[in-house]
Nanobody
Framework: QVQLVESGGGLVQAGGSLRLSCVAS????????MGWFRQTPGKEREFVAA????????EYVDSVKGRFTISRDNANNTVWLQMNSLKPEDTAVYYC?????????WGQGTQVTVSS
């Protein structure tokens, strides 16, 4: 059974940093691009960042460019999202998934709350 487990969220003041982790189990995701998504109550889940299978290419939503960095370690089936200069509007539940995402892979997510 495939499982993606996100962690690293928390409460942080505006301007602070957090590092999210996503560990995949049940299969090897080395051949897949991976991404981070986020969702706030009443809104659709939105794309945040993506990284190619070999870590050589990246994509970010405009609102996080220059502040967030996605990375991965294929040997350990782990993807990270380093979030710096956090803003209250970054508050959301963050999820990881393959790119394109697979509906069967959504995990519980990790809550990020940024206070002003």
């Amino acid at each position: 059974q495939v499982q993606l487990v996100e962690s690293g969220g928390g409460l942080v003041q505006a301007g602070g940093s957090l590092r999210l982790s996503c560990v995949a189990s049940g299969r090897t995701f080395n051949a897949y691009a991976m991404g981070w998504f986020r969702q706030t109550p009443g809104k659709e889940r939105e794309f945040v960042a993506a990284i190619s299978w070999n870590g050589g290419n990246f994509e970010y939503v405009d609102s996080v460019k220059g502040r967030f960095t996605i990375s991965r370690d294929n040997a350990n089936n782990t993807v990270w999202l380093q979030m710096n200069s956090l803003k209250p509007e970054d508050t959301a539940v963050y999820y990881c998934n393959t790119i394109p995402y697979d509906l069967n892979y959504w995990g519980q997510g990790t809550q990020v709350t940024v206070s002003s």
